[in-house]
């Protein structure tokens, strides 16, 4: 990837993260921290690597993406909206009485969703069963899924992670968002995961981990990881719990947030002021 | 059209046979077609095609909660999934995912939970489901299925192919009493009449309909005439067979199940909907958990027997106004 281009999608992970951003200042409170340390996953996926039609969101070759972590919706939105799948003005509905746009991700209500999560655990099997049900079909279409460091705390995770592995799914790319917090606080508080790229090797998987915030570094990965024949692929994004967002970040419990006006201004003020120096630097190369 | 042959033998085939004859021949016809199981195939009878098919038989291992979720993304990419366990798992045990990644998220999946009720036998209290048809019939648009004999096995697992959402069927993976003649078809949400009569109406599903017919050719022996009913359908529930049932004034509903959650509150919810004043009983599993034994030594403890079926059916006409 040239400097041109890393610089085009850090420009479109900064707009989608400003998007997220006021997207929950509009509603006043939300999921930001863990839609925040997302954002440059998102904007690789759906900038550069995913074989998509945004007009035709059930086109039967496309590739697929999991937000298993469905709380990440926000961040989802965004990017979707962002690609053309839905007007930007819907970004303004996010929960508000009858939207298309609800906290979790619900592939009956928003075009480009390609499953519903909410319920932790579930988005790995049922990634796991469109990824089984391609590869049945002698599709080259890939799986994108993304959990939560915290959501691995679910069994189920690990039951499709042992699917995974046995049936050799290399279709599949898991994501493991670790930004060190669940709701309650801290991963290793909480529900200590321990060593996440060891259990992955450990259950089988091609595993690598990554400057999540590093667009370069994750597409780098992502690219290793269609290299990694007969079995799947883990890429453990290191990250930041409301990342981009100083006053998200100081907060102990970032999971759900109150988002006040005088918060929400500051925030859209750095991430706007982040935004600005990338094209800054864009449009001097 | 379905012709019913019942005179209290029991059937040839078993249901396991059934179930893996049919999923093979529905594989065979559609490559859409795809069957899970939760290392159970040994015991549905799908282990010989998994071995020869093993693109269209998946075995997911002992993770029931995690196949719900799996066939639930089959759906999404155009598969059309069978899946197996035992009842319990089937249902209790992966609730929430059945709910979810297959219910709420838009996917049809068939769900078979095999040995419902005191068919679990002797794999005892934990194996044994009575609250089964309560939890799926909570599923919002989901149909459920007590399945009484292995023709109509046959027939629904054919008929659900097409089905969209959760469908839910209980089926025993051994024999029943043989109720229809092979090669009849039924109707999903119309129920069977087998028998009519004046006095009273059994209202009956799965196990508990061969032990109604019995009960029916005891009490005809006392001038008794009694109608019997396959709610084989136990959702969508249909309305018409128990307005039907209502006209002779006295109705019992029979069920492999806990009386709570299953075929009688929904008989009885009907009734009361309908306006229909009938005497009325919940023959069941009387909120009590399962526990080991042979079948017919388990249908003497929870009162599952024809004999039980006729006190019950003379407490409700003597209760008649």
């Not at chain 1, 069994?155 to 309650?184: P, R, T």
């Amino acid at each position: 990837m040239d400097r041109k281009r890393e610089l085009e999608l850090q420009e479109f992970a900064a707009t989608i993260r400003a998007e997220t951003v006021k997207e929950v200042a509009d509603l006043g409170f939300g999921h930001i921290g863990g839609s925040l340390s997302v954002v440059e996953a998102l904007a690789v996926l759906y900038g550069e690597v995913m074989k998509i039609d945004p007009k035709n969101p059930d086109w039967d070759e496309r590739d697929i993406m999991v937000m298993s972590k469905g709380h990440a919706g926000p961040a989802v939105y965004a990017t979707l909206a962002l690609k053309g799948y839905f007007p930007m003005d819907w970004l303004k509905t996010l929960n508000k009485p009858g939207t298309n746009l609800p906290s979790h991700t619900d592939r009956l209500k928003t075009p480009g969703v390609d499953m519903t999560t909410g319920s932790l655990g579930q988005g790995s099997s049922t990634a796991t069963g469109m990824a089984l049900g391609r590869k049945l079909a002698g599709s080259d279409s890939r799986v994108f899924l993304f959990i939560g460091d915290g959501e691995s705390n679910e069994g189920q995770v690990w039951e499709a992670a042992m699917f995974c592995s046995h049936y050799k799914l290399d279709n599949i790319v898991w994501f493991v968002d670790y930004n060190k917090k669940q709701l309650d606080g801290f991963v290793e508080d909480v529900m200590d995961m321990g060593d996440f790229q060891e259990k992955f090797e450990a259950f089988g998987f091609h595993t690598q981990t990554v400057d999540g915030t590093s667009v370069r570094e994750i597409y780098d990965a992502i690219e290793a990881a269609r290299q990694a024949k007969g079995k799947p692929s883990c890429i453990i994004l290191d990250t930041v719990k409301g990342e981009g967002v100083s006053d998200l970040i100081e907060i102990e419990l970032n999971h759900h947030v109150q988002f006040p006006e005088e918060m929400a201004n500051r925030a859209l003020e750095q991430v706007t002021a982040a935004l600005e120096r990338v094209r800054k630097e864009l449009a001097n190369v | 059209m379905y012709k019913v042959v019942f005179d209290g033998s029991r059937e040839k085939a078993d249901h396991k046979s059934v179930y893996a004859n049919t999923i093979q021949a529905l594989a065979a016809e559609d490559e859409k077609i795809i069957a899970l199981d939760a290392d159970l195939m040994n015991s549905s009878g799908t282990f010989k095609f998994w071995k020869e098919h093993p693109d269209q038989m998946i075995n997911v291992g002992v993770a029931e909660a995690n196949m719900m979720g799996i066939a639930g993304g089959l759906s999404a990419v155009g598969r059309i999934p069978y899946v197996h366990t035992f009842g319990p798992f089937a249902s209790r045990r992966s609730f929430d995912q059945t709910f979810i990644s297959i219910g709420y998220a838009g996917n049809s999946v068939r769900i078979f939970g095999s040995d419902p009720g005191v068919c679990a036998a002797f794999n005892g209290g934990t194996h044994m489901p009575f609250e089964d048809m309560a939890l799926m019939r909570a599923i919002p648009g989901a149909t459920v299925f007590d399945i009484s004999d292995a023709v109509l096995l046959g027939w629904v697992l054919r008929d659900i192919k097409s089905n969209e959402g959760v469908t839910y069927l209980r089926s025993t993976r051994k024999s029943f009493l043989k109720i229809y003649e092979e090669g009849s078809t039924f109707e999903q949400g119309k129920a069977n009449l087998l028998r009519e009569g004046k006095d009273a109406a059994v209202i009956a599903c799965g196990l508990m309909v061969g032990e109604a017919m019995l009960a029916a050719e005891e009490l005809a022996k006392e001038g008794i005439e009694l109608t019997v009913i396959d709610m084989f359908t136990v959702k969508p529930l249909d309305h018409e067979a128990v307005a039907k049932a209502a006209e002779t004034g006295a109705i019992v509903t029979a069920e492999n199940h806990n009386i709570i959650g299953g075929l009688g509150e929904s008989v009885a919810a009907s009734l009361l909907e309908q306006g229909l004043p009938v005497a009325f009983k919940r023959h069941g599993v009387m909120d009590r958990f399962g526990q080991v034994g042979a079948v017919d030594y388990l249908q003497e403890v929870y009162g599952l027997t024809a004999k039980d079926l006729i006190v019950s059916v003379k407490e409700t006409i003597a209760k008649k106004k």
